[in-house]
């Protein structure tokens, strides 16, 4: 199982970008993803989720209505497009692949929010 995340660096606040988490060695579409965020001496947190076929989505308080999650499986890369981003929302931004008991982490890719 392998996850190349991409899309992280610095941006302003109000600024945006888009995170991408593309996958291989499982059968991706099969699986329900997400994308966690960790901040330093924070807990991980679950940013936003899509089940395997993209029907349903959820998130979490904090990024409703600026966050968006979306997948494409033939591509078998899930997004986060991060909009009217706060420095709150700097963070280790993490993809997550999980089926039943299974469940597999990327890297993670650093997002900082700053002037």
């Known amino acids: 199982v392998q996850f190349v995340e991409s899309g992280g660096g610095l941006v302003q606040p109000g600024g945006s970008l888009t995170l991408s988490c593309t996958a291989s060695?499982?059968?991706?579409?099969?699986?329900?993803m997400s994308w966690h965020r960790q901040a330093p001496g924070k807990e991980r947190e679950l940013v936003a989720a899509i089940t395997s076929l993209g029907g349903s989505t959820n998130y979490a308080d904090s990024v409703k209505g600026r966050f968006t999650i979306s997948r494409d499986n033939a591509k078998k890369t899930v997004y986060l497009q991060m909009n009217s981003l706060k420095p709150e929302d700097t963070a280790v931004y993490y993809c997550n692949a999980r089926r039943v008991s299974l469940s597999f982490w990327g890297q993670g890719t650093q997002v900082t929010v700053s002037s």
């Open positions: 060695g499982f059968t991706f579409s099969r699986y329900d």
